[in-house]
């Protein structure tokens, strides 16, 4: 596992040593990047469910002003932060239930969403950030989920972009509209 590109670029991230932390693979990972690649550059991130913190890291490694970094496991926050401390960027890292973070006041540009595959938490997260007004207009969101969950829009102004299969792995992309706040 490592930084793709930009500032990063080339540094080798910890990984976990057991399999309650799934990272996301670089393939992928640079997928993903590829999709929203004029979307990172001097944007407010959240990463979460951040595991590693990878896609946040990678994030400002491409010129994010910011990335907040929630996980609900204390080893994963830890993993999170020695990944920072490796990568030399400083940001926020919150050890909270992802939930319970959404109702927070901050809003976001680009929110990567990458909850257990099997927790059942894509519908009530995208619920909640449409309820609690999480992502400014234009921003974008990004889910990771297994192939065959397709996760749905949680209403207007939010609107599902695309869906891309790679092999056991679905990423779908979202955006906020104009119609409801900035």
Do not use: W
């Not at 004029?38 to 959240?46: H, K, N, P, Q």
């Amino acid at each position: 596992m490592r930084v793709i590109t930009g500032s990063a670029r080339g540094r080798k991230l910890r990984e976990p040593s057991g399999m309650d932390i799934r990272p996301t693979a670089d393939q992928v990972k640079e997928s993903v990047f590829n999709i929203i690649q004029g979307d990172v550059e001097g944007r407010v991130c959240l990463d979460l469910f951040s595991g590693t913190g990878q896609m946040g890291i990678e994030a400002l490694s491409r010129g994010a002003e910011k990335c907040v970094f929630v996980d609900s496991d204390r080893a994963a926050v830890a993993l999170t932060k020695k990944n920072l401390e490796l990568t030399g960027f400083r940001a926020e890292v919150f050890q909270a239930d992802a939930l319970r973070f959404l109702e927070s006041r901050e809003k976001y540009d680009l929110i990567f969403i990458d909850p257990p595959y099997r927790s059942g938490l894509y519908e009530e997260v995208l619920r909640r950030i449409k309820d609690f007004d999480k992502l400014h207009t234009g921003g974008i969101m990004v889910v990771e989920s297994s192939a065959d969950v397709e996760p749905d829009s949680p209403g207007a102004p939010y609107e599902k972009l695309r869906s891309y299969r790679y092999g056991k792995v679905r990423i779908t992309t979202f955006t906020k509209r104009e119609g409801s706040g900035s």
